[in-house]
């Protein structure tokens, strides 16, 4: 709608706050003159009179198939006073990171008001630099005042004047603020009948204050995402298969929606089809966008993959200047959904930031680093989770890797892994960080799995194999080792240590599960490669010789003699008494005494064992649970049921305090066997209440359908009817240390 060919423009004479636009100072030969004390004005025609409500600038027109949205959560000052003014405030700042769709929300803001005929003055300016500011302010000036001056700073400091005395209504938008100083002094007045709207990329401590509401603008909603396909295909509705899945694939981002579907309609494709090009990491992304020659959608000025180059670029002159786009090469390897701030600042990130930048980059620069990249929109640093976790875009992850060389991206991927290994603890209370730094090291692997094999196999890739098997998470282990196993035949070859690592762990962890058959069968082909490549006294090997033994034990009793006789005998002679590898055998021993029956040599053997594990280990190593379990369970099957359930009980308040919730399933074992012993006694009023809360968290944790929430339920059911009680001691949710 042009504003003079508006229905329903109104004509009417100057105000006197409008005609107030001569200065004090004589400019190009027009103003006003001073002297002898007497003001002599200068005879200047009268401007013509306005037609308004008036438009300065070009509002971009709505996006094809716009979808209104609400906008997301509001960041304002830290007082009380400073929210309640922020909640009428006329400033509001909407800042995100680029292709969100901030201008797009801006202009149809802009054209309601317009259209509702709630302001008289519409002014759209380009907020680029001070200068395009500037610009716009002067053409502003230039209509609605008709100022002497000519010097765009002084068209907008009488701009600014106007606004702050004129009765119009008024809405003043900045687009694309990229430098929060250069608005210093130009920002518009804050009165009641204005309305300013700035977009930004930034979120720069500079933006907030008491009188503005600073938005954060985010991506699509899968709703809002599923609607836009849904309405830009409906011409044809053959290409939405697979529209879901490529919401997700572009994580719902405005922009890339929009120029993805001009993609698709150009070329036919469905949905499903871009998903398996965008899914082919040798595929680029300028090759998976409207190319050279081809119209953008929406007049985009940039393509998806050149959106963030200009925050990338500013990033890297920020000081601490040049940290920060090693960084966010480094993070565009690991997990868009939450990176540990703590990574970049361990020893290994700072040695390869002095590398690369020649000059010496403390914790404090890197972290600053970080927060430029949050700044910019660049990446997210949430300050309400205990790690400070970073999330990214996997476009914008995917668009930083593109631009990296080949060799920067190796070396990146080794500085990310030594990082991930730094900052894991050996023992892990937290199991959300253990499980971030699991997600982190799998997407490594994803972006960067040769890197991590090269010259050998990274022991951050060891790490999370045996952290997944320390969870109690068997399943995952299994898959995760059958995987590191087939990586390293490919990469290392069938021979190299590496790969025999690999496969042993393999087999333990199929025992874990309960596949004792094919544990030994994995351990009985590992042995003699182990023997032939590391030779007979490797801790590997004499490893592999102790497994073997322990799950044959399980349904063969003369490994145990074997075990006795033959291997304790080589452990001793190569790694000596104190060695955990020695309790652990052990240990096995006295367990394999217990199941045979012979109590009192199996309590015997086990306080022994227990004793040398205390001086040689300390009182809260993992191997000392196993023991303390075992000797209760000796204590109970001896027919002292009570004093069972006080050692168990004794135990877990043990394990919660020095391991937290980090091995849930041992520790639903040790509850398990809490609830038995407990209607041993004769106490199942207790023992049922002990089983109510076992159920909620073993279907909590591995299903309604799992043989241990099965086997659980059951007793409830039997426990509950008085006549139906009868000790059984067949309890399928025994850990194997108890059985």
């Known amino acids: 709608m042009a504003p003079d060919d508006s229905a329903g423009a109104r004509h009417e004479p100057p105000r006197a706050a409008d005609t107030a636009r001569y200065a004090a100072t004589i400019e190009g030969g027009t103003g006003v003159q001073i002297g002898d004390g007497n003001v002599q004005h200068l005879h200047l025609p009268l401007p013509e009179p306005l037609a308004w409500p008036i438009r300065v600038g070009v509002v971009p027109l709505a996006a094809n198939c716009f979808q209104p949205r609400a906008l997301c959560e509001h960041r304002t000052g830290t007082d009380r006073a400073a929210v309640s003014r922020a909640a009428v405030s006329p400033i509001r700042v909407l800042s995100g990171l680029g292709g969100v769709g901030k201008t797009q929300l801006a202009a149809d ?144 981002l405005p922009l890339a929606l929009a120029q993805v579907a001009a993609y698709l309609l150009d070329r036919d494709l469905t949905c499903s089809e871009y998903c398996t090009r965008l899914a082919d990491q040798r595929t680029k992304l300028p090759d998976l966008l409207p190319g050279p020659g081809e119209l953008l959608p929406d007049d985009h000025r940039n393509t998806l993959a050149a959106t963030w180059s200009l925050s990338l670029r500013l990033a890297d002159r920020m000081e601490p200047a040049g940290v920060s786009r090693p960084l966010l090469v480094m993070a565009s390897l690991l997990d868009p959904n939450g990176i540990p701030t703590v990574l970049f600042t361990t020893p290994a990130v700072l040695r390869h930031l002095e590398k690369v930048l020649d000059k010496k980059v403390t914790a404090e620069q890197a972290r600053d680093a970080l927060y430029i990249a949050h700044r910019l929109n660049l990446a997210t640093i949430g300050r309400e989770t205990p790690n400070r976790m970073i999330r990214m875009h996997a476009l914008v992850q995917r668009a930083i890797g593109e631009t990296t060389s080949e060799s920067d991206r190796e070396n990146a991927a080794r500085v990310c892994a030594d990082a991930l290994l730094f900052v894991w603890p050996p023992v892990e209370r937290d199991t959300a960080f253990a499980q971030t730094l699991r997600s982190n090291t799998d997407a490594l692997l994803v972006n960067a799995e040769a890197h991590l094999w090269a010259p050998r196999g ?270 059984d001691p067949e309890i399928p949710g025994r850990s194997r240390e108890g059985t």
């Open 458 to 727: 990274h022991e951050v890739l060891f790490r999370a194999g045996e952290s997944l098997g320390g969870s109690e998470l068997l399943a995952a282990a299994i898959t995760y080792h059958e995987n590191l196993c087939a990586s390293a035949m490919h990469y290392l070859g069938p021979d190299h240590p590496q790969t025999l690592t690999a496969r042993y762990a393999l087999a333990e962890w199929r025992g874990e599960t309960g596949d004792s058959h094919a544990a030994v069968s994995a351990l009985t082909g590992l042995l003699p490669d182990l023997i032939r490549i590391l030779g007979p006294d490797h801790e590997d090997t004499l490893g592999a010789r102790h497994s073997l033994l322990h799950w044959k034990g399980q349904f063969e009793p003369a490994a145990r003699t074997a075990a006795a006789d033959g291997l304790l005998p080589d452990l001793l002679r190569v790694f000596g008494p104190q060695d955990d590898r020695v309790l652990r055998l052990r240990l096995d021993l006295a367990r394999w005494l217990r199941r045979s029956g012979d109590l009192v040599a199996a309590v015997e053997a086990l306080h022994s064992v227990l004793a040398d594990q205390q001086a040689a280990l300390g009182a809260d190593h993992p191997s000392i649970t196993k023991t303390r379990f075992n000797i209760a369970m000796c204590r109970g099957e001896a027919g002292h049921p009570l004093d069972a359930v006080a050692m168990l009980e004794e135990l877990l308040a043990d394990e919660f305090r020095v391991f937290g919730a980090s091995r849930p399933h041992w520790q639903l074992s040790i509850r398990a066997e809490v609830a038995y012993w407990q209607h041993e006694a004769g106490d199942t009023v207790a023992a049922v209440a002990v089983l109510e809360e076992l159920l909620v968290d073993q279907v909590r944790l591995g299903g309604p359908d799992h043989p241990r929430t099965s086997y659980t339920r059951r007793k409830l059911e039997a426990w509950r009817q008085p006549l139906s009680m009868h000790p």
């Open 109 to 252: 803001h802009a054209e309601s008001q317009w259209a509702a005929g709630a302001i008289d003055l519409l002014v759209w300016a380009t907020a680029t630099s001070r200068e395009s500011v500037l610009t716009g302010y002067a053409d502003a000036a230039a209509r609605i005042i008709s100022p002497v001056a000519t010097v765009p700073a002084r068209m907008a400091e009488q701009l600014l004047t106007w606004l702050a005395q004129t009765t119009r209504r008024w809405l003043i938008v900045l687009d694309d603020l990229q430098d929060p100083g250069d608005l210093t002094r130009l920002w518009p007045p804050t009165i009641a009948t204005g309305q300013v709207l700035v977009t930004t990329r930034r979120r720069d401590v500079a933006l907030a204050r008491a009188d503005r509401t600073i938005t954060d603008v985010n991506v699509f909603t899968s709703g809002e995402a599923d609607a836009y396909l849904h309405d830009v295909l409906a011409d044809r509705p053959y290409l939405l298969e697979g529209a879901d899945e490529l919401a997700r694939n572009l994580g719902y």
